[in-house]
């Protein structure tokens, strides 16, 4: 099955600062989605995003099918942003999405 | 503002019990999900939905069933609850005609403790 390797595997930022979280993925995708988790288990839907590149607000992400990756940018962060970031994937119509370990960020004021 | 709707966050059950957990969405959506979550393991599936009365199997089936007998409610039903069962339960919905390739919205979370 599809591997999904997600880096870092935790984050610790400084309110303000940037960072990009990357995720890998060992075969062709048709489905690749980005969710936050906040430190209360709340699972929140970021992108859909199986190619190309999408922004909301202070969150941007950018897939680059041919090449197995996909990359999530944070900007200028904030202490909400904390908890853990979790990129998932499939293949096909009937794959299961399959979740990376996550990143787990922490943003201190 | 569209919600899945889980009704309860924390549950404490006794090994052998019957558990049920209801999940509840307003979007008219087809496609319903249940996952557990554990710690070093991510997210698994465990059963989904395309429909009313339609189910099939996730990653993880085994000690667990499920109801869909209207739309907008998934049950998942763990028949004999059992020790290793105590884990945060997930479920979510995606929109119409994309199955699996769906946007996924997941509800808050059911935490279940089997004792």
């Known amino acids: 099955g599809i591997q999904v390797e997600q880096s870092p595997p935790d984050l610790i930022l400084q309110e303000g600062a940037n960072s990009t979280l990357r995720c890998n993925f060992s075969?062709?995708?048709?489905?690749l989605q980005w969710f936050h988790q906040n430190p209360w288990g709340q699972l929140i839907n970021l992108f859909y995003?199986?190619?190309g590149t999408k922004q909301n607000g202070r969150l941007s992400a950018t897939t680059v099918a041919t090449e197995r990756y996909s990359l999530l940018y944070i900007s200028s962060s904030q202490t909400t942003d904390s908890g853990v970031y979790f990129c998932?994937?499939?293949?096909?119509?009937?794959?299961?999405?399959?979740f990376g370990k996550g990143t787990k960020l922490s943003v201190k004021p | 503002d569209v919600k899945v709707t889980q009704s309860s966050r924390y549950l404490v059950k006794r090994t052998g019990e019957k558990v049920f957990l209801e999940c509840v969405q307003d979007?008219?959506?087809?496609?319903m999900f249940w996952y557990r979550q554990d710690p070093g393991l991510g997210l698994r599936l465990i059963y989904f939905?395309?429909?009313?009365?339609?189910?099939e199997k996730g990653d993880i089936p085994e000690g667990y069933s499920v109801s869909r007998e209207k739309k907008e409610r998934f049950s998942l039903i763990l028949e004999s609850a059992s020790t290793n069962q105590t884990s945060m339960y997930l479920c979510?919905?995606?929109?119409?005609?994309?199955?699996?390739?769906?946007?996924?919205?997941f509800g808050s979370g059911t935490q279940l403790s089997v004792l």
């Open positions: 979007m008219d959506h087809e496609n």
């Open positions: 075969d062709s995708v048709n489905n």
């Open positions: 939905s395309y429909d009313v009365k339609m189910k």
């Open positions: 979510a919905s995606s929109p119409p005609g994309t199955g699996l390739l769906g946007k996924l919205l």
């Open positions: 995003i199986p190619s």
């Open positions: 998932a994937v499939t293949r096909g119509s009937q794959g299961n999405l399959i």
